[in-house]
């Protein structure tokens, strides 16, 4: 079973930066696609896209988030990265930490619990 653990949310100002960080345990982490998406207060039912990056490396970003955040990871240490520059009042949203593993064509996919991330002055 894979675990997922986010951490580095919290208050910033417009402007500022973060550093998300989410370390999967419970499978071999080069074997997970990661992601993260994002939730934002009173859209209970979508949970947005933010930045991916696969078992390769390849990377896509959403237009919101684009030029501002860089996803990364780091198998030797099972974690992925988001780092988050220039934040604005309405990246507030509590981020979901994403890994998606494929085997034989089956598709399994796993949450973090999700960390805060409030932007306000």
Known sequence: QVQLVESGGGLVQPGGSLRLSCAA???SFS?????????????QREREL?????????INY?????????????NA???VYLQMNS?????????????ERVVGGTS??????????TVSS
């Open 25 to 27: 345990s419970g499978v």
């Open 31 to 43: 074997l997970l696609a990661m992601g993260w998406y994002r939730q934002a207060p009173g859209k």
């Open 87 to 99: 934040l604005k009042p309405e990246d507030t949203a509590v981020y979901y930490c994403h890994a």
């Open 50 to 58: 933010v930045a991916t990056i696969t078992r390769g490396g390849s």
């Open 108 to 117: 399994d996919r796993y949450w973090g619990q999700g960390t805060q991330v």
């Open 77 to 79: 240490k099972n974690t």
């Open 62 to 74: 959403s237009d919101s988030v684009k030029g501002r955040s860089t996803i990364s990871r780091d």
